[in-house]
């Protein structure tokens, strides 16, 4: 019975075969972030974009104190072939775990088979999870839409900021614009709290510098 998997949830754990050995999840996790994020199929186009562009940004996962780890419901011998085929034409190297789902253990743990988009294979599902091993965020994509990693980066950006201050991030929001000080703080208590100053453009509506 395939999961529905909701904002606040505990992220399930599994240990699985990847690219990169047996991987337990907590384990790889650590203390830190996580990104699952799930492909339809092995050698096709718009996967072999997105685990291209992903390796790419490692660095910009690792700045963030992030791991992430992808999941096919290819066997492993099959994601062998194809990372060489990801490396050749992407210009990279796949630098993460790539796990193998033939069984579709994973995909039913995380709810990633949609039946009415098609009953074999994963859409497009990215799970953030925080150190807390709760899920933080969910996006889905059909699978013919390729994913852009930059807002994942970007939403893992507000979550970080908003888990550590009494802010909300405004509609696309970026790293170093003004945020948004969430309802629930008082005017008495945002002096305090934010010490930049605020701008009141409406009582429920105000702006502060981005704390830190
Ligand atoms: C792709 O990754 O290119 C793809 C996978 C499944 C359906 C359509 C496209």
Redesign the pocket.
């Known amino acids: 019975m395939a999961a529905n998997i909701r904002l606040g949830d505990e992220a399930p754990d599994f240990t699985a075969e990847t690219t990169e050995g047996k991987v337990n999840l907590y384990e790889y996790l650590g203390d830190g972030w996580g990104v699952l994020f799930s ?3 092995d050698y ?5 974009t997105e685990l291209g562009a992903v390796a790419k940004l490692k660095d910009e996962f690792a700045t963030r104190n992030a791991k992430v780890i992808a999941v096919s419901v290819d066997p492993l011998d099959s994601h062998r072939g194809w990372v060489n085929d990801i490396n050749d034409t992407q210009g990279t190297t796949v630098n993460f775990p790539i796990i193998a789902d033939p069984d579709h253990t994973v995909a039913d743990l995380y709810g990633m088979i949609h039946p009415n988009a098609s009953d074999t ?1 994963t859409v497009r599902s990215v799970f953030v999870i925080g150190p807390d091993h709760k899920v933080k965020l969910t996006i889905t994509y059909p ?2 839409t390729g994913r852009n990693f930059a807002e994942i980066l970007r939403t893992i950006d507000s979550l970080q900021l908003t888990a550590k201050h009494k802010v909300a991030t405004p509609s696309d929001w970026k790293q170093g614009e003004d945020v948004i000080i969430v309802p629930a703080v008082s005017d008495e208590e945002a002096k305090d709290r934010f010490p930049k100053g605020f701008t009141t453009l409406r009582p429920y509506l105000r702006y502060t510098p981005q704390p830190d």
């Open positions: 492909h339809p199929r096709t186009p718009v996967c072999t294979t699978a013919s």
